[in-house]
């Protein structure tokens, strides 16, 4: 016990993540740069193993800890990867586009490598404060976060699709982007990453809800971080009636998905740092 | 897409997925719908407007970005508040504007009530037309019909390659196959073969709608006849709590601590009394509140007391000679004499952050903060009441009773702690709960439930088969446009979609 304690509580395990998920950030763009399958093949595996180590680092997280490995910002941070991964991961089986890769690793490297930037004392295991010491703290937050790397998935496809559009339009197939989706693909993905996300979002939300109904008083306490959920869940109301019908396809709605994740960001970070309130329990 | 249709019309198709429901339409005859005797809302513009699409897109962008504003400008404070931050022009316009209270504001309820009527409006348009999608879609289609469908694909087959039982039963295992439910129907030479799945999917957005209408009730109820106070309350007090009629008694109060010295949880020992008997009893802390009858106690905080002490330290000297006379503690609200001199002090009232209020010539606590401590001591003079002036902790050079010969310095004290309770009462909550998890469901099914139809029209003409086949899928496109060109691929190969099936499904080759 005393083992997975150390381990739990020490680095090497996160550290281990961080390099394995550069290692497959940078295969995939040698993948994309050389249209090599097997360069493809490695990058997968790679990242396959970071996310076996990601697993690790959080079940050893919360076994050492004694609470949901998913309490500070740090934590966060690493849930977050580990979800995003699993998404593409899933999303790379079901629609073979392994290229996406290289845009969904960029974005959870931008994640780890922010959590590592952290001040040393903000990564460090901590005790709960009294309000987070709830099993809702595991459900609540672990759904709010299965939502972001829904988005954020969404978001990269997003960029993936403006990138190739614009390659298209000045007729050439981009000789990087040319392993990716037709940009119609690409447009349907960037969608249904959304229709993933929106219910976990609602889900995450109203758990949230029931939470602070237990904790605070009140299921809704109009506190910046709800607010801003709220927020980015119009957003996304707004996006989905939007494609509902035929209305907003391609570019557009390329960008909508894009704005949604800003949304996100704020609602994750700027709330945390700009906005005091109930959940200022990053600082 | 059926032509000739208003965008109105393929609006609702697209949502409803009651593609036959225009099918007979000729185009121009617009009016058709509204031909109906009596007074009807449906159909009408006034309700195509409120039940659009781009009405509820409008209200969701402009609800997103005048909630921003409420997340950066505080909200509720007193009006001088914001000329003081944001100064007298801009914080004159944000107290007009009411953005001091923008999720209470006239405009922005009444947004949301629009929002309200845009989902309910949606919901009556166009529920009776989903209900017709689901359970009675058109099946006997025509060719051109399934011409305009997004997808479609005519297939001529030789007649002796069709297994036994004919195409019409070889194309209903292939729907089958892929859990589609099929209807037959035969129409003089034609046979119509339609299979449908994923119908459940259409309740979802309706089941949506109407929930946020239920959570959005659930919320009205609550803010009028609920409601939300925080009081402080000490240890062995007993408060009466007019809004449930019984007393509450504190019979505890303690914090745990982690090793490390930080705060764990903290708790309250709560009896809750009715007519002098316990009825209740609980431990409470945080996340784990009291309820009874519909009222909640919430552990929110705790404290040192801001209006009462245990006791005070109080130093005396001699005006006059400047000597240290000796200091005394004073018990709470209790007369004890000061050695070596005539007089006697009682500490009659404390304040943690004192402040005076002209109007009401009263002294009050600002805070329940330390801010300023002082103490107002009543002085006695062999057994006569001199005064009773205020002292302060930060303040010792204050001292307002000049006809004493004796300087007093309030140099200490202890409060003690208050366990500070919120008292909630929501009669929405279990709507909105209820609300919730509709929304979640609706959500849930609309999101990963995708319904599809496909038409088969069949006819048989000089030992050949021809087959018409026309689908629509809703929301997931390319998902549907992959499984159409799979169903087409398996039509179009009989015997080898034959002997798949017969892999695929024990009891053919069992059968054989």
Redesign the interface.
């Known amino acids: 016990m005393s083992v997975i304690n150390t381990i739990g509580s020490s680095f090497l395990l996160y550290n281990t993540v961080v390099a394995l998920y550069l290692v497959a950030g940078i295969l995939y763009f040698l993948f994309l740069i050389s249209h090599k399958k097997e360069m493809g093949q490695m990058a997968s595996t790679v990242t396959f193993s970071g996310w076996v180590v990601n697993t690790a680092a959080l079940v050893g997280r919360g076994l050492a800890d004694h609470h949901a490995p998913w309490s500070n910002l740090y934590e966060t941070l690493f849930l977050f990867s580990w979800a995003s991964i699993l998404g593409y991961m899933i999303m790379e089986m079901k629609y073979k586009v392994r290229v996406a890769g290289a845009f969904v690793m960029t974005l959870v490297l931008f994640a780890v490598g922010a959590a590592k930037l952290l001040p040393y004392r903000y990564q460090m295991v901590e005790p709960l404060n009294p309000a987070l010491n709830s099993y809702w703290l595991k459900i609540h937050v672990f759904t709010m976060f299965m939502s972001y790397a829904a988005f954020g998935i969404s978001a990269s496809l997003a960029v993936i699709y403006l990138l190739k559009k614009r390659s298209e339009s000045r007729g050439t197939t981009g000789w990087i982007l040319k392993e990716f989706p037709n940009t119609d693909s690409l447009d349907d993905m960037t969608y249904k990453a959304v229709m993933v996300g929106f219910p976990l979002l609602t889900l995450g939300v109203i758990f949230g809800a029931m939470w602070a109904y237990e904790a605070w008083g009140g299921y809704w306490s109009w506190d910046p971080k709800e607010t801003w959920s709220l927020i980015t869940w119009f957003v996304y109301a707004a996006y989905l009636h939007a494609r509902m019908t035929r209305g907003l396809r391609g570019a557009p709605s390329a960008w909508f998905s894009i704005g949604g994740f800003v949304s996100v960001v704020f609602l994750y970070w700027g709330v945390s740092f700009i906005i005091p309130g109930l959940h200022a329990y990053a600082a | 897409m059926p032509g000739g249709l208003t965008p109105d019309e ?2 609702t198709i ?2 409803t997925g009651a593609v036959g429901y225009f099918e007979a339409k000729e185009p121009g005859s617009g009016k058709k719908t509204s031909d109906k005797k009596g007074f009807t809302l449906r159909g009408t513009r006034i309700l195509s407007i409120l039940s659009s ?1 781009r009405l ?2 409008s209200l ?2 402009i ?2 970005f005048l ?2 504003f ?3 400008i505080d ?1 509720g404070r007193e009006p001088g508040f914001y000329t003081s931050t944001y100064g007298d022009r801009w914080g004159g316009w944000i107290v007009r504007l009411k953005v001091d209270d923008i ?1 209470h504001s006239w405009y922005y309820v009444s947004l949301l009530s629009l929002l309200c009527i845009n989902a309910l409006s949606c919901v009556y348009n166009r529920f009776p037309i989903t209900v017709k999608s689901m359970f009675r879609e058109k099946v006997n289609v025509s060719r051109d019909f399934l011409k305009k469908q997004k997808e479609y694909q005519e297939l001529t087959l030789p007649k002796d390659s069709m297994p036994e039982g004919g195409a019409a039963a070889f194309i209903k295992t292939v729907l089958s196959r892929r859990r589609y439910r099929v209807q037959t129907v035969s129409d003089g030479n034609d046979t119509v073969v339609f299979g449908q799945k994923g119908v459940l999917g259409r309740i979802g957005s309706h089941t949506a709608h109407l929930s946020v209408i239920v959570i959005l009730g659930g ?1 009205l109820l609550g803010s009028l006849l609920g409601f ?1 106070l925080f009081g402080t309350f000490y240890v062995h007090s007993t408060t009466f709590v007019p809004q449930g009629n019984f007393s509450l008694r504190v019979n505890k109060f303690w914090i745990d601590h ?1 090793p ?1 010295g ?5 708790f309250s020992d709560l009896d809750v009394l009715k007519e002098g008997k316990v009825v209740r009893h609980k431990v409470i ?5 009291l309820e009874y009858d519909g009222l ?1 106690f ?1 552990q ?1 905080s705790f404290g040192d007391a801001f209006d009462r002490l245990k006791n005070a330290k109080v130093l005396v000297v001699n005006r006059e000679k400047k000597q240290f006379l000796g200091q005394v503690m004073l018990p709470w609200n209790t007369l004890a004499p000061v050695p070596k001199t005539d007089l006697s002090l009682k500490v009659i009232r404390y304040v943690s952050d004192f402040a005076f209020d002209p109007k009401t010539k009263s002294v009050y606590s600002k805070s329940e903060k330390s801010g300023n401590p002082a103490i107002q001591v009543a002085i006695y003079q062999n057994g006569k009441e001199l005064g009773t002036p205020w002292y302060f902790y930060n303040f010792p050079q204050i001292q307002v009773m000049k006809s004493i010969p004796y300087f007093i310095v309030f140099a200490g004290y202890k409060a003690p702690m208050y366990t500070g309770l ?3 009462k ?1 009669p929405g ?1 279990k709507v ?2 209820a609300g ?1 998890f509709l ?2 469901g609706g ?2 099914l609309s ?2 439930v995708y319904h599809r139809k496909i038409w088969v029209r069949i006819r048989e003409q000089s030992g050949a088969v021809h087959l018409a086949v026309g689908g629509f899928g809703h ?4 998902g549907f446009e992959k499984e159409f060109h799979q169903v087409v691929r398996d039509l179009g190969v009989p015997r080898k979609a034959d002997s798949l099936n017969a892999e695929g499904s024990a009891t053919a080759v069992v059968a054989g």
């Open positions: 393929q609006q697209e949502l699409l509820a897109i969701f962008l609800l997103a909630t921003i409420g997340t950066f909200q999720y919320g939300r982690y490390n930080m705060v764990k949880s903290y802390s945080v996340n784990h509140p909640r919430y929110a919120e008292v909630a929501d909550v909105v709960w919730s929304l979640v959500l849930f999101s990963y929301k997931d496109r390319l």
